[in-house]
């Protein structure tokens, strides 16, 4: 069995150890983007082992109970929780008690107005036609959070008779307190202590977020933010611009280096205009970082964006992670399919007079099996980033079902593709033809260039390349798969006294030609005399079969008509009318 260099030096079992082992350490320290944190026994809202799986809806099974977290200013602040068996049909769920708790929280914060803008300008403007001081659309005290300073807010616990726990806020705006949330059975059974106990607990949290968050709303505290905010923009955005201008630079040498580069090859100059091309590629991908976060600066700089900010801002990352890990794989896969074709090709019970054949398949199904590697791990990466971008996860079964029924459009729309691309890969299964063969499609001739999943790209005989759709043809003549043929055809006058004496003058021909050692081991089979073929006005046609090796048969035809010729005319054999030959050449 032939044995071939490059696999022992690239795919030894050190080097595929080494990448599956790089590959699994990858994918195990590699988070979810945007994964759903589970309650630990503090209620923090930390993701520990044991939890269940997180459904867009922000809900996440944990044994008998389900899971909400309530967020203040985006953050996640407490985890609520609800039965799963034996509640009571009444009871809200988690999902619905987080939104609840959450709109009571904000409301001490950044309550959202009922009005819109132009209900808003419609309403000033009646007021003061008609007169007054407040309409429905004016803030309530409660909502002027800037009247109080933040540390006059006081979460306070209650207990009901029932045995729950109620936590409610007072601040100086109200004259009642306003009440928070309801510490059930469920809060206290998941945490492992009293409603008492879990109450005091979340009155400290809650009180110091609360504060936080009325401290971040204040004017001046926005103002402060925006300022801090627009001069890093501008600051990156000088950054961004200078990486640009060296990019631009970079780009200019690049062309230099290109317009300098001659015939024959200069290595110093490739590996110069190898390193400009990495150096711009790097340029690139910083531009697209920085402008990534700028991006997720300007949406931090929003009071309760800062998770959504910070997501963004490790969407990179993780993108980036991900790419490496696909890249991985997709060696692995390369190498596997390239060891794999490597066995076959070198097959020892291939037989000798398909050895030549085996080969030309094997560049044609390596070149192929690389590019449907190439091809799913591309699509797998993309698929793989664009499902944690956030919003994207937790899309709606809707937006699934439309992105489905969109999938299929397309798939009428380029049924022409995918019927290229399933004659492709008949055509390699089926072996009609490989990178090499002499092939005629449709009238057109050509040596095969490359075989594609969608088309086939022919390289005629007037230097044209013709590139036909996969689909686009069912006949196909292969003048090159595994032997090649030619009939040469002698036209004899009619003023020949003795065909027998011109048959034997070809057969002595062709003897001396089977026998030469130039042309001789071209010849898989002696060459086959068939007499006269055909009788005509023009004159008698004899004709001679050869067989020879792929590719071969054109300059062994050529060969043999010069020698026939010469004899022909050394004997005084006479050719009908001038007509020396008719046949290829």
Request: net charge positive.
């Amino acid at each position: 069995m032939r044995v071939r260099s490059w696999w022992h030096r690239a795919a030894r079992p050190w080097w595929l150890g080494a990448l599956a082992l790089l590959l699994a350490v990858g994918l195990w320290w590699l988070p979810p983007a945007g994964a759903m944190a589970a309650a630990t026994a503090d209620g923090s809202g930390a993701r520990g082992p044991g939890t269940g799986p997180a459904d867009p809806g922000g809900v996440v099974a944990a044994g008998s109970f389900e899971l909400a977290k309530v967020r203040i200013l985006g953050v996640p602040a407490l985890t609520v929780a609800s039965p799963v068996v034996g509640h009571q049909d009444n009871a809200p769920d988690a999902r619905r008690r987080a939104e609840v708790i959450e709109g009571n929280l904000r409301l001490l914060y950044d309550p959202e107005h009922l009005c819109s803008e132009s209900e808003q300008i419609a309403e000033w403007i009646l007021v003061r036609v008609l007169g007054g001081s407040d309409g429905a659309c004016e803030p309530s005290p409660l909502q002027r959070v800037s009247g109080s300073a933040p540390e006059q807010l006081v979460v306070e616990r209650r207990q009901l008779p029932g045995g729950d726990v109620v936590l409610e806020a007072r601040v100086p705006e109200r004259s009642e307190p306003l009440p928070l949330l309801t510490i059930t059975r469920a809060d206290a059974s998941l945490n492992g202590v009293s409603a008492l106990a879990l109450g005091e607990r979340w009155q400290q949290r809650l009180q110091r977020r609360l504060r936080h968050a009325r401290k971040v709303m204040q004017p001046a505290d926005l103002r402060r933010r925006w300022q801090f905010t627009l001069t890093v923009q501008l600051a990156l955005a000088l950054l961004t611009a200078a990486t640009l201008w060296l990019w631009r630079w970079n780009r200019v040498r690049c062309a230099g280096l290109i317009s300098r580069r001659s015939p024959t090859p200069d290595r110093a100059l490739e590996q110069r205009l190898q390193l400009h091309q990495v150096f711009g590629l790097v340029l690139l991908l910083l531009v697209l970082l920085q402008l990534m976060v700028m991006l997720a600066l300007g949406v931090m700089a929003v009071p309760g964006k800062v998770p959504l900010g910070l997501q963004l801002l490790l969407q990179p990352v993780h993108s980036l992670l991900k790419v490496l890990m696909v890249g991985l794989a997709a060696l692995l896969a390369r190498s596997l399919a390239t060891f794999l074709l490597h066995q076959w090709a070198d097959g020892s019970r291939v037989p000798v007079e398909e050895q030549a054949r085996r080969e030309q398949r094997h560049r044609s199904l390596l070149r192929v099996s690389h590019r449907l590697i190439d091809l799913v791990c591309i699509l797998l990466a993309a698929g793989w980033i664009l499902i944690d971008i956030p919003g994207i996860r937790a899309a709606s079964s809707s937006l699934l079902l439309a992105g489905g029924a969109l999938l299929g459009g397309l798939a009428l729309v380029f049924q022409g593709l995918l019927r290229d691309f399933v004659a492709g890969l008949a055509v390699l299964i089926e072996d009609r033809y490989a990178i090499g063969d002499w092939v005629e499609i449709n009238g057109l001739e050509g040596d095969v260039v490359d075989v594609g999943v969608l088309s086939t790209q022919l390289h005629c005989f007037d230097h044209r390349v013709a590139v036909v759709q996969n689909s686009a043809f069912d006949r196909v003549v292969n003048h090159t798969k595994l032997r090649s043929g030619e009939e040469v055809k002698l036209l004899i006058s009619h003023r020949c006294t003795s065909i027998g004496q011109a048959l034997a003058v070809v057969a002595e021909e062709l003897a001396a030609f089977h026998t030469d050692p130039t042309w001789g081991p071209r010849l898989l089979t002696p060459p086959l005399l068939r007499g006269v073929s055909a009788t005509g006005p023009l004159g008698i046609t004899v004709s001679v079969l050869l067989t020879t090796v792929t590719g071969e048969q054109w300059a062994c035809a050529r060969e043999l008509q010069g020698r026939l010729v010469a004899r022909f005319q050394r004997e005084g054999i006479p050719l009908a009318d001038g007509l020396e030959l008719v046949g290829r050449g």
